[in-house]
């Protein structure tokens, strides 16, 4: 076993001076209680919340000096449950933490991962996946022929939610940045591209509903926030029902405050009977809320996006892995929106 170390939180700022490598202490096997797996890590993903978490703007994030990170992939190295012997291969949810080469997760929320799936983007399939799997699966219900917009399609729960609508049978729009974020997900069923750099999106939304002879969108899943959510509703047709998942607006002028309260603004003022006149619907998702109070529904959606994978129903639309140690390129990369899928952090 190589020496247990993780990579810590210490100030908010830039990437290259947020983080240092700190050595760790782990339990001994028999010391484990009987719902916990010892792992060691093959690979740590990461996720925009990490991003807000080094800016300050992550309130569910733990008191610095801390290790976040929410999800990895490795072999169990100790274990008191026969459903995880030593040896077995996992994905897991570590609810902050993953960011360090040995982890202690409840074994509910560890699922055997076959080998096949390589380790960078097995980490897609814990957040991102299950993110994508719980709105798409469990919140609502997709049926064939609707039309579903989804935003920043490029991303870890975009690029899976444009599967997931695919495999249900709706016409999938996608918004990106770039022309070669949108053809990456061409085969993954994109049917409408909209790159929101050169057209607002709300505009190209309503040119392609018209020619379909459609009234609006069916569903919109969203993790911008913002402006975004607001203008998606104008869209939305009756009937229709908008998923927030995230607010990636809020990480971009954490300096200004005037700007972050012109971004909390464009939400807009919603009232219940606003959208019970125009039957329409807003869900808010929080995975760490399920991973706290329900980590069955969690689990389930693990083993079930594992599962699809294995199948080949999905896919990982990309991986780009760093070494641990270069955790300030890879928090880079993936502010930076240039990135496409998923990053992630090796260990091995």
Not at 178 to 196: C, H, M, Q, W
Request: glycine share 10%; hydrophobic share 45%.
């Amino acid at each position: 076993m190589n020496s247990p170390q993780a990579l810590y939180l210490v100030r908010h700022g830039s990437a290259d001076r947020a983080f240092e490598m700190r050595p760790i202490e782990i339990p001994q096997s028999e010391s484990l209680k009987e719902d916990q797996v010892l792992i060691e890590v093959e690979a740590s993903g990461l996720n925009f919340a990490d991003i807000m978490a080094r800016q300050g703007l992550y309130q569910e994030a733990p008191p610095m000096p801390c290790v976040v990170g929410y999800e990895v992939v490795g072999k169990v190295v100790g274990s008191k449950n026969a459903r995880l012997p030593l040896g077995q291969r996992v994905l897991a949810f570590t609810r902050f933490g993953g960011y360090a080469s040995h982890v202690v997760v409840p074994a509910e929320v560890a699922v055997p991962i076959p080998d096949s799936i390589p380790a960078a983007e097995a980490t897609a399939l814990a957040t991102q996946a299950c993110t994508a799997y719980y709105a798409a699966e469990e919140m609502t219900r997709i049926q064939p022929g609707d039309q579903v917009l989804v935003q920043a399609a490029a991303g870890g729960v975009g690029s899976f939610l444009v599967q997931l609508a695919k495999l249900r049978g709706a016409t999938v729009y996608g918004t990106a940045s770039s022309t070669e974020k949108l053809e990456a997900l061409r085969p993954f069923g994109l049917d409408v591209p909209i790159n929101y750099a050169k057209e607002p999106f709300e505009v190209a939304c309503r040119r392609e509903l018209q020619k379909r002879g459609k009234k609006g969108m069916d569903l919109i899943f969203d993790s911008i926030g913002g402006s975004a959510v607001k203008k998606g509703l104008s869209i939305l047709g009756p009937g229709g029902r908008m998923v927030c998942f995230g607010a990636a607006q809020m990480s971009s002028d954490r300096k200004n405050p005037v700007q972050m309260l012109k971004v909390v603004l464009g939400f807009g003022f919603l009232h219940p009977i606003q959208m019970m006149m125009n039957s329409k619907g807003l869900i808010g998702i929080n995975m760490l809320r399920l991973a706290d109070d329900r980590p069955d529904v969690l689990a389930r959606c693990m083993k079930n996006v594992v599962e699809m994978t294995a199948q080949g129903k999905l896919r990982v639309l990309k991986a780009e892995a760093f070494p641990a140690i270069d955790i300030a390129q890879a928090h880079e990369r993936l502010g930076s929106r240039g990135s496409i899928g998923k990053v992630a952090l090796l260990w091995k």
